[in-house]
């Protein structure tokens, strides 16, 4: 198809449409710059609809393609007019196929990267062969009955393109469950077609792109979705929203470096999805020979600098500055306090004033400016404050009835402390609701809908009684959320290294490694031969786990470990002291865990056998080991009055896991002796330097 041709039909679609060509341009859309250059090395198709005519709102597509071009021009160095996106009107079948025939085919030729995005409602179609088949839904469904492009279709136009490096990112979803359960998020899935045909046009074009199928063009399919039932979700914050797979694949993509592995992506991606939203997890698509192990710069050509954002714009006289945060992984963001820092290349530090959603406005700190940002110009993450007064917040099930409803506010205002039903200012980390077909009994349900094990009362319990029962189970699920708050791989200035194996042979294996280098590449994710190409990493029953801790520092270290499972219960490392029989104190006593600098540790080191076996269920993990510049004194203070086990290295329940955790968060507040000029009190918030604290997160699935 010749360009002349492809802007006429434009001209005539958008006529169609009852929209000018100076409003198209008015939209921000580049294509038009795009086809004035020919040499493009790297070129984009994002698209993004929220509004779709006969079907429910969506909310987070064109927050995506904020992310992804954000992305694209801030990392990956793409030009702002070799990315195309087309949003809500825009993103119809016709637009759709024109663009990535000419904005993509035409113009990507060996070697380039080419990268093409959807979030929108995804679908199944019959074609009359009784088999269903996947499609993404454009904007103009319903107009005709062929409005949607087939799976089948987009493998073809992705394959056509002359380039080995492709990569398809679909924030989409296929299956339509009937069952409504309660869940936290909006589900990107339209009810299937139960019958449609293929037009001529689309006929012709399957055809034509057979003919022009690459062999070198292999491209990487990125899926929101591993399973056929399982279903996208778009996380609601507080007055914005955005897809799960695209907020946490651009988030750790902003973190990263190009070192890792595309396997690594997958693992932090998979763990990051699994803790906000439930069971929902990503998968990958390739005919390329494991491509899980190349490197994430084969796809996503990132640089080595390292941010949490940019400076998006200047105002107030240079005296304010626009940021965007998007690198910020979503938990922390939503909790991201004013009078956080962010610093510049140049040493200058911003100080957070008022924060909504991805935008900050900052202020220097030091009136006395040496040089002025320039927009774009990236910010890293200098101290971060977190408030003290952080709850548990609740969703209610839309299921629930008007008396329920009341019944259940009244009820959480007693325990307004720890667990709240939240406002239209704030995002719900968990959903209260009824349990499928047992309308009489009440649980507590992840976001994605999953029923939290242990959580369902008996039949005919009142809805107050429920929550009162539910309360120690909020109080765990608080302190958990507050160690995960302190999680910073990516921007720690603490140099530290750990590695989680199974010792159960005599080599030990590799499950991951996490570290705040950045450069660490291989042996990263280790996958049980039964589950290839998994996301979370699998670890069989049976298994003995040791972790081992390098000081890559010159400062000595102290460490904690704190955990979760997957029935929201506690634990913590307990390193208790071992005294002589003849010199055994009164009162047990931990001991701190002490890393000297440029030295390694294993936990647990209890010999003969060493490690800890995991459990002897299937189950999901979650831990995070917390290294500090000083001691953990108010840690060990709150730990201490559990009592000691026989092993003198345990891994064993939290009795008072808020308690601990609080603890915690004030050690590292202690540990970074931030000068009182950031004008907040010790007693409002925690204020954590990164050169004092790394936070890495371990996830895992035992099976």
């Known amino acids: 198809m010749k360009r002349r041709r492809f802007l006429q039909q434009i001209s005539g679609l958008l006529a169609a449409l009852g929209l000018a060509e100076t409003e198209w341009l008015s939209l921000g859309n580049p294509y038009y710059q795009a086809l004035a250059q020919s040499n493009s090395r790297k070129l984009a198709l994002l698209i993004g609809i929220n509004q779709y005519p006969q079907s429910s709102a969506l909310g987070g597509c064109v927050t995506d393609v904020e992310l992804q071009t954000e992305l694209l021009i801030n990392r990956f160095g793409f030009a702002a007019s070799d990315i195309l996106t087309l949003t809500e009107e825009q993103a119809s079948k016709k637009f759709i196929e024109n663009a990535f025939l000419d904005h993509l085919g035409k113009q990507a030729k060996p070697g380039d990267v080419v990268i093409f995005h959807f979030s929108g409602y995804g679908t199944r179609v019959n074609l009359g062969t009784g088999i269903f088949q996947n499609a993404i839904v454009p904007v103009d469904e319903g107009k005709e009955s062929e ?10 136009l992705l394959r056509s393109l002359p380039t080995n490096r492709v990569t398809a990112v679909l924030d989409t979803s296929y299956y339509h469950s009937r069952e409504l359960k309660p869940s936290g998020l909006r589900i990107r899935t339209r009810p299937e077609l139960s019958l449609a045909t293929l037009q001529i046009e689309e006929l012709e074009l399957i055809q034509q792109l057979k003919t022009k199928i690459s062999p070198i063009n292999n491209p990487l399919i990125l899926n929101a979705t591993s399973e056929p039932n399982q279903q996208a979700g778009e996380l609601l914050f507080s007055n914005w929203s955005a897809g799960l797979f695209t907020y946490a ?44 192990n190349s490197l994430i710069v084969d796809y996503f050509p990132i640089d080595n600098f390292r941010a949490v954002g940019i400076v998006k714009a200047i105002e107030d006289d240079s005296k304010t500055f626009k940021l965007w945060l998007g690198g910020l992984p979503p938990q922390v963001l939503e909790n991201y306090g004013v009078n956080s820092r962010l610093s510049l290349d140049t040493g200058e ?8 959603g991805l935008i900050a406005k900052a202020q220097f700190t030091n009136k006395e400016i040496i040089k002025l940002p320039q927009v774009g110009q990236i910010v890293k993450e200098a101290i971060r404050v977190l408030p003290r007064n952080l709850h548990v917040n609740v969703a209610l099930d839309q299921g629930l009835e008007r008396i329920e409803r009341v019944d259940a506010t009244s009820a959480f205002s007693a325990i307004s402390r720890i667990a709240n039903i939240i406002t239209t200012e704030e995002s719900a980390d968990y959903v209260f609701g009824k349990v499928a077909q047992i309308p009489s009994r009440y649980g507590l349900f992840s976001l994605g809908g999953e029923l939290i094990i242990n959580t369902v009362g008996e039949v005919g319990e009142a809805v107050k009684v429920a929550v009162q029962r539910l309360t120690p189970k909020f109080s765990t699920l608080l302190a958990s959320k507050l160690w995960q708050l302190t999680e910073n791989e990516g921007t720690s200035l603490l140099p530290v290294r750990v590695t989680l194996e199974t010792v159960n042979n005599i080599v030990p294996r590799v499950v991951m490694i996490r570290d705040t280098l950045g450069n660490t590449s291989i042996d990263n994710t280790y996958q049980i031969p039964s589950n290839p190409g998994t996301t979370i990493p699998k670890v069989a029953v049976g298994s003995r786990l040791q972790y081992g801790i390098e000081n890559l520092s010159d400062r000595p270290i102290y460490l904690m470990l704190v955990a979760l499972n997957n029935n929201q219960s506690a634990f913590a490392f307990y390193p208790w002291e071992v005294f002589p029989a003849t010199d055994i104190p009164s009162k047990p006593q931990l001991r701190e865990i002490l890393i000297p600098p440029g030295k390694s540790l294993k936990i647990p ?65 202690n540990a970074s002796k931030v000068k009182t000029d950031i004008n907040i009190t010790a007693n409002d918030a925690y204020i954590l330097d990164v050169n004092n604290w790394a936070s890495l997160n371990f996830s895992f699935q035992v099976i």
């Open 147 to 156: 409005a949607y492009l087939l799976e089948e279709t987009l493998l073809l």
């Open 605 to 669: 080191n209890n010999q003969p056998i060493p490690g800890w076996l995991v459990p002897t269920r299937s189950t999901f993990c979650e831990h995070q080991i917390i290294l500090s510049t000083a001691p953990f004194k108010e840690t060990l203070t709150a730990l201490a009055i559990a009592k000691p086990t026989t092993d003198q290295q345990a891994i064993s329940p939290l009795i008072n896991p808020l308690e601990v955790s609080q603890a915690l968060l004030q050690d590292l507040h």
């Open 349 to 356: 530090e911003l100080i957070v004033k008022s924060r909504s």
């Open 249 to 292: 694949l651009t988030q750790y993509l902003w973190e990263t470096t190009p070192a890792k592995t595309i396997q690594i992506l997958l693992s932090h991606v998979g763990s990051s999805m699994y803790k906000l939203g439930g069971k929902q997890q990503l998968s990958l698509l390739s005919e390329q020979k494991n491509p899980q």
